[in-house]
């Protein structure tokens, strides 16, 4: 039961990742299958070579069942992930292997079904290609056993250069149609995306500010409290509570600050914009990091993970305390993620000094990024994970550059990550 719960979702979760793909598919489908039947027949097959029109209308009609899908019936929608897998099945490895067995395994055939396994490719994540695949020719195979009284031969014969044309053709009007439709998802997923976090981020700023405001006008009060009860000398505890609501409300000022620094890195990330440096100043980054690995709210066990290696030469950049201390907060999430993920690893954080630049490194021997997604990971909105927005990362380098400096990472998959951020000296 519990195997056939993670089959069903596994499958659910790929037909609506190919939702948008369906349509076009089966259109080509009902359209394609039916033409080349005589298209095969009068221009690019050989005379005599097999081929089936029952078995093309039959495709036909199961695409146009797919097209219709938005007219289903409710009680039929819960099977259309299945539907989608086995229309994949038949119109695909099933048919084109079946025909290719039919005519002795010629090379015309032959090229046609290796340019729709390709195009498959387009269409499914390889856990379903594959199994399409496998269950496909197997199927096609039992078929060919059940209607054929010979055995299976292979003859391949000499390849007709207009048996290429009509492969390369069909592989290029099907993979542009495909890969055209699956930008075209991607761009509208990115604007929905920034769409809904601008939207968010605008809804957010009225009630931080005036949690803000509130926090300030608390912090306030209880320091002209605090003045006449030290005037008045009356009670020492009342006072004692004073201090503490006057830093509880501190607390509540900076982490609504910070929860503004998001806000900006989402609206920046829509915008595409950079970050303003004007109230920038003298900052030094060491006691940024210390402070950063003292706030963020790590467990007992994952603060050991933490090595900073303090240098006695102190560091400085050009800089706002709040950003820089998001920009470690980004870091310091991202490594315990990856290292949770990995079950190993630390965290080792150290500065250097050259002659012309100031170094901060922040590496962890966490799981390591794969040598594929590296030069995307400072994109806007690239994410290769399911918790990940993929505007961290890219938030942060605006960050360090409207600072002056640059940041860079070096991975190797399975060993370690590496940043590298880097100012110039006298910045």
């Not at 146009?64 to 299945?82: C, Q, S």
């Amino acid at each position: 039961m519990y195997i056939f719960h993670v089959i069903s979702k596994y499958v659910s979760d790929e037909a609506k990742d190919a939702e948008t793909r369906m349509i076009p598919f089966a259109i080509f489908g009902l359209i394609a299958y039916v033409a080349f039947f005589f298209l095969n027949k009068y221009l690019f097959l050989p005379s005599g070579s097999y081929d089936s029109m029952l078995l093309r209308i039959s495709i036909a009609i199961t695409c146009l069942i797919l097209a219709l899908k938005n007219y289903w019936p409710m009680w039929l929608k819960p099977l259309l992930p299945y539907y989608w897998i086995l229309t994949i099945l038949y119109v695909f490895p099933f048919f084109i292997t079946f025909v290719t067995m039919k005519n002795n395994i010629s090379s015309a055939w032959i090229l046609n079904e290796l340019s729709i396994f390709i195009l498959m490719m387009l269409l499914l994540n390889w856990i379903i290609y594959s199994f399409t695949l496998i269950a496909g020719i197997a199927l096609a195979y039992f078929a060919y056993n059940i209607t054929s009284s010979t055995p299976l031969t292979f003859a391949p014969g000499n390849l007709n250069p207009m048996d290429l044309i009509n492969t390369l053709g069909i592989s290029i009007i099907m993979g542009l149609i495909f890969s055209h439709k699956k930008n075209v998802i991607e761009h509208r997923k990115i604007g929905t995306l920034q769409s809904l976090a601008a939207s968010i981020a605008h809804e957010l700023r009225t009630p931080l500010l005036a949690i803000r405001m509130g926090a300030e006008n608390i912090c306030e009060l209880s320091r002209r409290d605090s003045k006449q009860s030290h005037i008045s000398n009356k009670d020492s505890y009342k006072r004692v509570e004073l201090d503490e609501i006057a830093s509880i409300t501190k607390n509540i000022h900076e982490e609504t600050s910070q929860a503004n620094i998001f806000i900006d890195m989402l609206l920046n990330n829509v915008n595409q914009t950079t970050v303003d440096n004007k109230n920038f100043m003298k900052r030094d980054i060491g006691s940024i990091i210390k402070d950063s690995i003292n706030r963020y709210p790590l467990t007992e066990k994952e603060r050991k993970l933490i090595t900073y290696e303090e240098n006695q030469t102190k560091i400085f950049a050009n800089t706002d305390s709040l950003l820089m201390t998001h920009v470690f907060f980004n870091l310091l999430k991202n490594a315990i993620f990856y290292i949770k993920a990995s079950r190993k690893g630390e965290i080792i954080i150290w500065h250097e000094t050259t002659k012309n630049q100031n170094i901060i490194h922040f590496k962890d021997t966490g799981s390591g990024i794969k040598k594929e997604d590296l030069p995307h990971i400072f994109d806007s909105f690239y994410s290769k994970t399911r918790h990940g927005t993929g505007i961290g990362l890219s938030y942060c380098r605006l960050i360090i550059r409207a600072s002056g400096g640059e940041i860079t990472c070096h991975s190797k998959h399975g060993e370690f990550t590496e940043f590298i951020i880097s100012f110039p000296r006298g910045n």
